[in-house]
Structure formats: structure tokens, C-alpha cells
């Protein structure tokens, strides 16, 4: 139910085989579908939203599909009748939930079903409306219009020649906002696929308010706005505090700001940085030259966790506050212009990374998406200048850093880096990262992303000395930064699981959920807190292998099994028990003999034929059915005509399934009936007679 950005191939078998059964599944519920809108609602999730997951249908997935994603890519030519997109929708959603596809994370059936419903009325307009089109479809239904043939590629050429003369009319002022939204973001040229994040482990919100509270943040931006209150104090004509109340809040919040001598609130840095996070938090505001404490924001100032993840929120904000220029002497660095992207991807990269992050990668990494951003050239020919340019950037992450320290979101310490981090290449293409580490790693160290320049093998060759000569600097989030993170990755539709939030999932949910997103260690974990909430053992494993055993999709379910056998520490046990299951025998015998742990002397006759038909049924799945299949067997060679008869002969329980096997087997290697004379003979080859 997810395949990666760039697996184009996977992607087009699986959809073709999805909706193929999904069109016969429509037909025998007599519920309306359009293949055509079915396979397009797909390619939305996979190629137009930052996660793919196809079995996940939030009310803004189902919003933007049909008021966007559509109305921009599927042409209905005047004449045609219409697709029922919102027809097809409720039916695909009505699907996963039947065929138990759909995520467990997502909201429930009825919540999907009104969203569609809340946008079904609006699809016809949106459809119709030219400001929503795409480029594509914009000249496509301009052609049509004027009765060009759009089928006919010489006739479209002609068109596209009229108006490259000036001889053809159209819309300018449409085209000009299409060209506008594409230049600008704002339309849906597919957006950029996001790694999942593996799975973390949290405390419980108590826990996490009870750490909040005690951030010395929290209580001084509480008592800041306690202190501007409903009334609000006086500023100056420049907005900033007057220094008698300056000084008055710097030992009442105890900032450590040195005020001797000071004549301008602007000279106290960290009081200047507090009211500047605390107006972005929405705590405070200044209104006609008074500072007042947000009548709304009573509620997050009474909630440490709250007010926690509210400032967190703002930190992203704090630009100017934190490494903004002091005066005109001064220049800011290169993060203060790349300070946002920034922050976002040194945050998601210690997000779930399993070992604190040395300083070298860290500072090497951003090193890179500088000289990406501002085209720096090699260091041989950089010089003094730029390398003052990254020392000046490096200071001023450092003072990031500093102040998520005392904020309380990041830790740091001095020590000896994980081994793992001599084997990471930050510097050109390649395998780069070791097993084991997030895939956002990757996005921002970059590993096989740009080309290596001639300098990559000395910061290489340094930063390696720099994590084998001794202590480094080490980074990683604390559980309250981890909270709040994870937050703002749900909120922008990133997949972030979080260990224990599948324990009320229904068998089939949970099972594909831990085969999709999770490691094995997060899947022991995971799988054991479901059993310790569905009472008996030996009750909840029957829903377990139910849930294998009714999957219809043959390749889902030997994933499903296979979480059984590698999460549960009595595994292959549980599977030798299940050897005699005749419903799951083809998964049990498939899944020990690919471990080694079944060998093929220790098999029946009837069981090699069980998992030889498995295979075949897997083999058509992973083709995508159809076309893809035939295809797929033809490829196997002529001697593939004896397995699949073999198969065919077996006990499998998928009976559809061999039927489905039975067909495309004749279609792939037809049967040519013998030619004989009218005497009986073969007739020899080249000889003419009739067909």
C-alpha cells in the first residue's frame, strides 16, 4: 500500500492490479466506479502528497482530490459524459475498509464517506472551472472548443501552430493564472516525497507536561505575559520595552542579561528574544503602544505542554531574534537566509535517528545545502572568504542550538561517535548510509543525491580524523522535542509512527501497518503491546492469523505472516503449528522455506505443490495482473507450462485465484490445435492448407 517516489514501475503493476479488483468488487456490490478515476485518485496519493499511502483517506486527501487534483489533470471533452468522481471515491474507500486495506491511523469509514459527500457538491464547478486546470488540460479543452480534433496528433499540431502565429484564439488572463500557480507553488505539480520516519517511543502526556513545566522558558514566558497582563504596559514609540521595566523583568525572569550601563531594552539579547518569541507564540501583543497578554492564549499558558509546544512552534519564527544583524556593521550569515529549511531539516534528521548525531556530519551536511543554495564552488579555489562565510554560519547554528539546549528540545554532550557515522558518505552518489538509520538521514546528508566535486574526498578524509581523534559533539532531540516534531510531521501529512498507537487496531490494520512502516525492534515492541491488550494470548493470535488468512492480496498477506514470524519470539513456532492450516499452509511453508528454516527434502509432495502455486500467485500479483502477468510468465520460459499445470492441480485454498492462474496461462502459452491432412498426418512445416 506504499511504494517509493521513483518506483514507477511497481507502482503502475500494483495500481493495475488494485483496480482491477476493485472494478470487479464494485460490480458484484452494484456500487458505481470509473477505472479511470480510480486508477487517478491513486497516482494523487502516490505522486501528489509527501507520504503515499494509498490506504489513508483523510477528509483534506479526499477535499484536495476531488476540488484539485482532478478539476486540474482529467479532461472531459464537451459532449462526454461525465465521470463520478465522488462516486468512485466513496466506492474506493468502501473498498479498503471491506478488503481490510485501509490504515488504521485514518479516520473510519464514516468520516471518509461524509467528507466525500461535504465535496461531491462542489466537484461538477471545480470540474468545470478553467482557473483549476492545468496547463494540459487548458489547451486540450481550448482545442476542443474550437473543434479540433484532440485525438488526432496532426490536428492538435495544427492548433498548437495556430497559436504560435497569433491565428488562434484563447483565454490570456486564464492561461496567466495557470502560469502563475505553477511558477508560484500553489498548484499540485506533485509534491515531494517525504521518507517515513521510524517509529518512536514516548512517555505519556503527564509525563511530558510534567518535564514541560519545569523548562525555565516556560515560566518566564508565563510570567511575561502575567506581567503585561489585561491592561498592558507601556512601550516605546518603537515598540520595544521601556528599560526601567527592562530592567525590572530581567532579574524578575532572571534572563542573566548584564543591564549596567545599558540605555535601550534592544542592548538586553536574551529579554529582546523573550518578548520576541513570546509575540510569535500569540502570548503577547503590542496594541497602540501597550504590550498585552493574548486574551485566548489563558488556555496554553495554563497547560505547560501547551505552552511547550507552542513556543516550539514559534522557534521557527525567531529568525531577526536570534542571528539577525545587530546594527548596520554588521551582515547576517548564510542560515539566516536558509534559517528555516534549515532548522526543519537539522530537527527531521535527529528525529528517530537511533544514535546521537556527531557535530561533523551535522555541520558537513548543512555544509552541503549552502553550497547548493548559494552555488559555492570547491574549496581549492573558495579561498579565505567563503570559508569565513561557513564559520560565520556555523556560529550561528551553534547559537540555534544553544537555545533549543535550554529551551529544552535538543541535548548535547561530548563523546565518542556510534562507528556507524565513519561509514556515511556525505559527498556524491552511492549507497552512502549504513542499515539501520532513518531515511531522512539521507534527504539531508545527502548521500546519492548530487555529484561529488573535487574537494568531497578531503572533507571526507577530514571529517573522518575529526570523529577518530576523540570526543565530539553530540546531538540529539529529547522526548519533549520528539513530541512536539512529531507534531508538526502529522500536521504537514508525513508518516511518524509512534509505538503503542496501534494497540486498539484491528488485526488485519496492525499487521500491515507493522509490514509497511516499521523495524523489526519497533515491531516486537508494537506487536507486544497489542497482545497485552486483547486478554488472552492464544484468542488474540487467532485474530492474528485470521486476519493473514482472509487477506485476498496474496503478496499483503505473506508480509502479514511474515511480522508474525519475526516479531513474536515464539515465531517459528507459531508458524510449525500452522503447517497443517489449510487456509494458511502456502504462506506457513513459503515464509520458513525462504528463512532456511524448512528444507525442501522435509516437504511433502502435496506441500511443493502448495508453495510452487503460491509463487505463481504472487508472481501474478507483483505483475499486476493482466497484461503484466502474461508477460510475466512468458518470461519464465516454455518450461512454465508444466509448473503452472502442476499448480493448478494443487490443494491451494485461493480457488479465484487458480481460476485467475488458469486463464492468463492460456492466454500466455495458447494451445495450437495439430494440423493434420485429410489422411490423418501431421502436415509438415511450411506446407500450405487451410486455417
Aim: proline share 5%; charged share 30%.
Amino acid at each position: 500500500m506504499t511504494f517509493e517516489a521513483d518506483a514507477g514501475e511497481e507502482f503502475e503493476a500494483g495500481c493495475e492490479l488494485f483496480v482491477d479488483r476493485l472494478v470487479r468488487w464494485a460490480e458484484e456490490q452494484r456500487l458505481p466506479v470509473d477505472a479511470f478515476l480510480a486508477e487517478a485518485a491513486l497516482e494523487y496519493r502516490h505522486e501528489g502528497t509527501v507520504d503515499g499511502r494509498l490506504g489513508l483517506w483523510e477528509p483534506r486527501h479526499v477535499d484536495e482530490l476531488l476540488l484539485s487534483w482532478l478539476p486540474e489533470r482529467v479532461t472531459e471533452l464537451p459532449g462526454e459524459e461525465p465521470g463520478d468522481g465522488p462516486g468512485t471515491v466513496r466506492t474506493l474507500v468502501r473498498f479498503l475498509h471491506a478488503m481490510r486495506l485501509a490504515d488504521p491511523r485514518g479516520p473510519v469509514l464514516e468520516e471518509s464517506l461524509a467528507a466525500v459527500d461535504a465535496a461531491a457538491d462542489r466537484y461538477p464547478a471545480a470540474m468545470e472551472d478553467p482557473s483549476r486546470w492545468g496547463l494540459a488540460k487548458f489547451w486540450t479543452m481550448t482545442a476542443a472548443g474550437q473543434g479540433v480534433d484532440v485525438l488526432n496528433d496532426a490536428a492538435m499540431q495544427r492548433f498548437a501552430d495556430r497559436v504560435q502565429a497569433g491565428e488562434a484564439d484563447f483565454e490570456q488572463h486564464t492561461l496567466d493564472a495557470i502560469m502563475e500557480r505553477r511558477l508560484t507553488g500553489r498548484g499540485l505539480a506533485g509534491a515531494v516525497r517525504a521518507e517515513p520516519q521510524l517509529p518512536v517511543v514516548l512517555p505519556p502526556d503527564d509525563e511530558l507536561r510534567r518535564r514541560a513545566g519545569a523548562s525555565a522558558v516556560v515560566a518566564q514566558l508565563r510570567g511575561l505575559a502575567e506581567w503585561a497582563g489585561r491592561d498592558g504596559r507601556a512601550v516605546t514609540g518603537a515598540g520595544r520595552l521601556r528599560m526601567a521595566d527592562a530592567r525590572a523583568l530581567v532579574e524578575a525572569l532572571g534572563t542573566g542579561d548584564k543591564t549596567e550601563g545599558v540605555r535601550s531594552s534592544a542592548d538586553l539579547p536574551r529579554l529582546g528574544l523573550l518578548v520576541e518569541w513570546a509575540k510569535k507564540a500569540r502570548l503577547v501583543r503590542v496594541v497602540k503602544g501597550r504590550l498585552y497578554a493574548v486574551a485566548k492564549a489563558r488556555a496554553v499558558l495554563a497547560d505547560p505542554l501547551r505552552l511547550w509546544s507552542a513556543a516550539f512552534d514559534a522557534f521557527f519564527e525567531l529568525r531577526q531574534a536570534l542571528i539577525g544583524a545587530r546594527s548596520g556593521w554588521h551582515m547576517e550569515s548564510m542560515l539566516f537566509d536558509a534559517y528555516e529549511a534549515v532548522l526543519e531539516d537539522v530537527l527531521n534528521t535527529l528525529y528517530s535517528l537511533p544514535h546521537p548525531m556527531p557535530w561533523p556530519h551535522l555541520r558537513d551536511s548543512v555544509h552541503l545545502a549552502y553550497r547548493a543554495r548559494f552555488d559555492i564552488g570547491s574549496d581549492s579555489g573558495a579561498g579565505l572568504g567563503h570559508r569565513m562565510w561557513f564559520d560565520h554560519a556555523d556560529r550561528d547554528l551553534h547559537t540555534v542550538l544553544d537555545v533549543l539546549e535550554d529551551f529544552g528540545a535538543i541535548e548535547r554532550e561530548h563523546g565518542t561517535a556510534d562507528p556507524v557515522f565513519l561509514d556515511v558518505d556525505l559527498s556524491g552518489p552511492g549507497d552512502g548510509l549504513p542499515p539501520g538509520l532513518p531515511a531522512e538521514l539521507a534527504e539531508l546528508l545527502g548521500a546519492g543525491g548530487e555529484p561529488r566535486d573535487e574537494d568531497a574526498d578531503a572533507r571526507d578524509r577530514v571529517r573522518r580524523e575529526e570523529l577518530a581523534a576523540g570526543p565530539v559533539e553530540l546531538i540529539r532531540l529529547t522526548e519533549l522535542g520528539t513530541h512536539a516534531l512529531r507534531r508538526r510531521l502529522l500536521v504537514a501529512g508525513r508518516d511518524a509512527p509512534l509505538v503503542g498507537e496501534l494497540a486498539q487496531a484491528p488485526a488485519a490494520g496492525l499487521l500491515g501497518v507493522l509490514a509497511d512502516d516499521y523495524n523489526p525492534d519497533s515491531a516486537r515492541t508494537e506487536l507486544a503491546g497489542w497482545l497485552a491488550a486483547h486478554g488472552a494470548r492464544d484468542a488474540a493470535l487467532r485474530q492474528l492469523t485470521d486476519a493473514v488468512a482472509v487477506m485476498v492480496f496474496r503478496t499483503r498477506a505473506q508480509a502479514m505472516l511474515d511480522v508474525l514470524l519475526t516479531a513474536l519470539p515464539d515465531g517459528e513456532r507459531l508458524l510449525r503449528g500452522l503447517r497443517g492450516d489449510a487456509r494458511l499452509a502456502p504462506l506457513v511453508l513459503s515464509a520458513l522455506v525462504h528463512r532456511d528454516l524448512l528444507l525442501p527434502a522435509d516437504m511433502t509432495d502435496g506441500e511443493h505443490l502448495l508453495v510452487l502455486a503460491e509463487s505463481l500467485l504472487q508472481l501474478v500479483e507483483l505483475a499486476g495482473g493482466g497484461t503484466g502477468a502474461e508477460e510475466a510468465l512468458r518470461a519464465q520460459g516454455p518450461e512454465v507450462r508444466d509448473a503452472l499445470a502442476a499448480a493448478l492441480d494443487s490443494a491451494h485454498p485461493d480457488r479465484a485465484g487458480l481460476e485467475e492462474l488458469r486463464r492468463l496461462g492460456h492466454r500466455a502459452f495458447p494451445v495450437k490445435a495439430a494440423r493434420r491432412s485429410a489422411k490423418g498426418r501431421k502436415r509438415r512445416p511450411g506446407r500450405p492448407g487451410r486455417r
